[in-house]
């Protein structure tokens, strides 16, 4: 089997990105789904891996001590938006931390399938994107952040994390 490369697309939800969602992330956020959705087309078509990693939280779930009540499992906030609807090959990894990596399926399916490279996009850069990206590069993963496939409730954290990304992590923003 061939290495393949891996998209990640971080939480692409209504609760973020449908205006009224539990945690809407504004207008930048929506500016990306193009972006996002040509990304994912592309990695269709070379056969690589096109995994979404989205927030499924209990009802209690510790990030409500922090963050507003969002994309509780099963509930609608907690869908994909449909302008990036899964496919059959799609993976879909549900995810209880700001890690996608950390106690989920993610590390497994980049594993089985031999992946070494791994690009990321979503919402939001500062918190589950970022924290994703460290856990990844930690464990050896080419990791590369889509600049115009990101974005964030604030600029400055935007920002902020695209710096930290590659000067800490060694990410590539592409």
Not at 61 to 80: E, M, R, T
Not at 85 to 113: E, H, M, R
Request: glycine content about 8%; some cysteine.
């Amino acid at each position: 089997m061939k290495r393949k490369k891996a998209l990640v697309v971080i939480d692409m939800l209504r609760d973020f990105l449908e205006s009224g969602g539990a945690l809407y992330c504004g207008g930048s956020a929506r500016e990306i789904i193009p972006f996002v959705a040509g990304k994912i087309a592309l990695f269709r078509k070379n056969k690589d891996l096109v995994i979404y990693a989205r927030d499924s939280h209990g009802p209690d779930s510790p990030q409500f001590k922090l963050f507003k009540k969002h994309c509780v499992k099963n509930s609608s906030g907690a869908q994909i938006i449909r302008e990036l609807k899964p496919q059959k090959n799609d993976w879909i990894v549900p995810k209880t931390t700001y890690d996608a990596a950390f106690d989920s399926s993610l590390l497994g399916i980049l594993k089985k399938n031999r992946v070494k490279e791994v690009f990321l996009a979503g919402v939001c850069t500062s918190i589950c994107v970022m924290e994703t990206a460290s856990s990844l590069t930690k464990r050896g993963y080419k990791v590369r952040v889509f600049k115009k496939g990101v974005a964030d409730f604030e600029k400055k954290a935007h920002t902020f994390a695209l710096k930290r990304m590659k000067a800490v992590y060694g990410a590539g923003i592409v």
